[in-house]
T-cell receptor
């Protein structure tokens, strides 16, 4: 079993929809949780990060962490065609740089 | 602006050849990392370095090596390329203060025939 599980999709939604992307993990030592966005044939770019359980909001994006359930989510409100990309969750114990990534979920937002 | 670059962007080579992929960053970051990305596996850590003369093995280091002679560069060498090493390779860097917040390069697509 992988340390981090992420549904690869693909996920297709209409413009304006609310999107929910999820990852589960097995290592309770993970303390730092990140979401990366990767456009086709580009490098991953950091979208959001959080250290603690609860919600963190940045514009249309909300990252949610539930350490008791070992479950993290990324919500995208009012999704746009420009949000079409692969979204990767990543996590680590703390300050080691040894990130463990999920497989990535491919999202397509249709106009 | 500070950036991280990789070269070449595309490479085709033959089985058994030695290949070196370059990574250069102008962030002045202490930490540098190499990952490979394959369908069904996401990104996996190959090697990493916390500073000059420091190198460490990651999850999938067999068949790869790195050396760190300065802050800006961390070249990745495939000693004897194998078809299983066909992949997209990403370099990343992070600061000493915030090791886990990594910035990625554009990637190198390597095909081993």
């Amino acid at each position: 079993q992988k340390e981090v599980e992420q549904d690869p999709g693909p996920l297709s939604v209409p413009e304006g929809a609310i999107v929910s992307l999820n990852c589960t993990y097995s290592n309770s030592a993970f303390q730092y949780f990140m979401w990366y966005r990767q456009y086709s044939r580009k490098g991953p770019e950091l979208l959001m990060y959080t250290y603690s359980s609860g919600n963190k909001e940045d514009g249309r994006f909300t990252a949610q962490v539930d350490k008791s359930s070992k479950y993290i989510s990324l919500f995208i409100r009012d999704s746009q065609p420009s949000d079409s990309a692969t979204y990767l969750c990543a996590m680590t114990t703390f300050n080691t740089g040894k990130l463990i990534f999920g497989q990535g979920t491919t999202l397509q937002v249709k106009p | 602006d500070a950036e991280i670059t990789q070269s070449p962007r595309h490479k085709i080579t033959e089985t058994g050849r030695q290949v070196t992929l370059a990574c250069h960053q102008t962030w002045n970051h202490n930490n540098m990392f190499w990952y490979r990305q394959d369908l069904g596996h996401g990104l996996r850590l190959i090697h990493y370095s916390y500073g000059v003369q420091d190198t460490n093995k990651g999850e999938v280091s067999d068949g790869y090596s790195v050396s760190r002679s300065n802050t800006e560069d961390l070249p990745l060498t495939l000693e004897s390329a194998a078809s299983s090493q066909t992949s997209v390779y990403f370099c990343a860097s992070s600061s000493f203060i915030d090791t886990d917040t990594q910035y990625f390069g554009p990637g190198t697509r390597l095909t081993v025939l």
